[in-house]
């Protein structure tokens, strides 16, 4: 079991910035990847951006490609979504997840939540115009 802990989210204006982290803990040692996925409300979850945790590759979303960046810190078990430019479309409650089994750091919009075995409570993105 791997238990996760995603802070970091508020209320920014349009084209302000935002930091969220996520933290791992428990078996560490059987994440893949990390991603991070993003629900609006009524809309389904959708994939955001996803680290492979050895090599430290990333993918991301076309909508959030140029604008928020993933990375992780294995000392702490961490993985991070830098997010900048921020539009009120970016409005959602985002979760971190890992995937434990290895399907790799572009199926996520494919898969959606079937993409991720454990996933952290979620952190709430506001952004006013």
């Known amino acids: 079991q791997v238990q996760l802990v995603d802070s970091g989210g508020g209320l920014v204006q349009s084209g302000g910035s935002l930091r969220l982290s996520c933290t791992a803990t428990g078996l560490t040692s059987t994440i893949f990847n990390m991603g991070w996925f993003r629900q609006a409300p009524g809309k389904e979850r959708e994939f955001v951006a996803a680290?492979?945790?050895?090599?430290?590759?990333?993918y991301g979303a076309d909508s959030v490609k140029g604008r928020f960046a993933i990375s992780r810190d294995k000392a702490k078990n961490a993985a991070n979504l830098q997010m900048s430019s921020l539009k009120p479309e970016d409005t959602a409650v985002y979760y971190c997840?890992?995937?434990?089994?290895?399907?790799?750091?572009?199926?996520?919009?494919?898969?959606?939540?079937?993409?991720?075995?454990?996933w952290g409570q979620g952190t709430q993105v506001t952004v006013s115009s």
């Open positions: 997840a890992v995937d434990s089994v290895g399907r790799g750091i572009a199926t996520g919009q494919a898969l959606g939540v079937d993409w991720g075995d454990y």
């Open positions: 680290i492979n945790w050895s090599g430290g590759r990333t």
